[in-house]
């Protein structure tokens, strides 16, 4: 079965310096992978999503990710951080391995904290 | 305007007490699921729906219940046997299950 890994629960970044949110995943073949913000008491919003097209994938609000077959990883980035972009942050994975782990796996999220 | 609504935003109850937590959704999925939320922790899965009249456990089915009986339904029942059932419940949407899902507002449940 796939798995997902944020690295650091807790992200500090300055108002103006790059964000840069941390995605490992496991799986046999490359699996679709998504991100999510949410802010405090809301539901969850789709950032950006890869489907096997573009390995670089642009997203909402500046975001966009990298998909990195090699090192199994879809790293979240934003050139310079906004006060509006202090969220809760997470990552999916969906298995195409055909053996009914097709569903949406999320990582345990990272909390991102812009300091002003 | 095509989502997910959940209903109500926030809801009281006290312990013992069964509760249902409605979710409708106007976006033709035949996929839908329910997630608690817990401060500082990910989602966690109840139940999934995959089309209607069919639902399968998540990792945390015990104390909760479901049914699946119009594509666009999916209502989750927090029984007495749910031993600490106080939490954020969001309820979600999708075409196929690996596909995005889309979210709904989520439910504030608080148990006294």
């Known amino acids: 079965a796939q798995s997902v890994t944020q690295l650091g629960s807790h992200v500090s970044v300055s108002e103006g310096a790059l964000v840069l949110l941390r995605c490992n995943y496991s799986s046999s073949v490359p699996p679709y992978l998504f991100w999510y913000v949410q802010y405090p008491n809301q539901g969850l919003q789709l950032l950006l999503k890869?489907?096997?097209?573009?390995?670089l994938v642009k997203g909402i609000n500046g975001f966009e990710a990298e998909f990195k077959k090699s090192e199994t990883s879809f790293h979240l980035t934003k050139p310079s951080a906004h006060m509006s972009d202090a969220a809760e942050y997470f990552c999916?994975?969906?298995?195409?391995?055909?053996?009914?782990?097709?569903?949406?796996?999320f990582g345990t999220g990272t909390r991102l904290t812009i300091i002003p | 305007d095509g989502g997910i609504t959940q209903s109500p935003k926030y809801l009281f109850r006290k312990e013992g007490q069964n509760v249902t937590l409605s979710c409708e959704q106007n976006?033709?999925?035949?996929?839908m699921y329910w997630y608690r939320q817990d401060p500082g922790q990910g989602l966690r899965l109840i139940y999934y729906s995959q089309i209607v009249n069919d639902f399968q456990k998540g990792d945390i089915a015990e104390g909760y219940s479901v049914s699946r009986e119009k594509k666009e339904s999916f209502p989750l029942t927090v029984t007495s046997a749910q031993k600490n059932p106080t939490a954020f419940y969001l309820c979600?949407?999708?075409?196929?299950?690996?596909?995005?899902?889309?979210f709904g507002p989520g439910t504030r449940l608080t148990v006294t």
């Open positions: 890869y489907t096997s097209a573009a390995t």
């Open positions: 999916a994975v969906s298995d195409l391995t055909g053996f009914g782990n097709e569903k949406l796996t």
């Open positions: 979600a949407s999708s075409s196929n299950l690996e596909d995005e899902q889309y």
């Open positions: 976006l033709n999925h035949d996929a």
